[in-house]
């Protein structure tokens, strides 16, 4: 079964930058749609920003947009979230899910169920303070 392993979090100041990653070890990301959602603590999950893998096409939730980049890399089959001019606002976990249809680009920026994607990584970390 399709895993999904997050990496790249940690504790950065205000202004500074991130880069996520996501991979699925053993198996090809090339057919799926990738998402990067966050949950903040006492808060719901949102979608943040999406991938698709037909086309290349991207979507960003409103909060992140002109901060945050989406993109994937097929010879390292990883998916990247570059994040930029991080604010305090943006500290949550940060999951990455895949999924063969559109949830995530039909849900930018709003509340996610689970079971919208297909596959869950299990998060990580992104603290912004000073």
């Known amino acids: 079964q399709l895993q999904l392993v997050e990496s790249g979090g940690g504790l950065v100041q205000p202004g500074g930058s991130l880069r996520l990653s996501c991979t699925a070890p053993?198996?090809?990301?090339?057919?799926?749609?990738i998402g990067w959602f966050r949950q903040a603590p006492g808060k719901e999950r949102e979608a943040v920003s999406c991938?698709?893998?037909?086309?290349?096409?991207?979507d960003y939730a409103d909060s992140v947009k002109g901060r945050f980049t989406i993109h994937r890399d097929n010879a390292k089959n990883t998916v990247y979230l570059q994040m930029n001019s991080l604010k305090p606002e943006d500290t949550a976990r940060y999951y990455c899910?895949?999924?063969?249809?559109?949830?995530?680009?039909?849900?930018?920026?709003?509340?996610?169920?689970?079971?919208?994607?297909?596959?869950w990584g299990r998060g990580t970390l992104v603290s912004v303070s000073s």
């Open positions: 899910a895949a999924e063969r249809y559109y949830y995530c680009a039909t849900h930018i920026g709003q509340r996610v169920e689970p079971d919208g994607m297909d596959y």
């Open positions: 053993g198996f090809s990301l090339d057919s799926y749609n």
């Open positions: 991938f698709s893998s037909s086309g290349g096409g991207t």
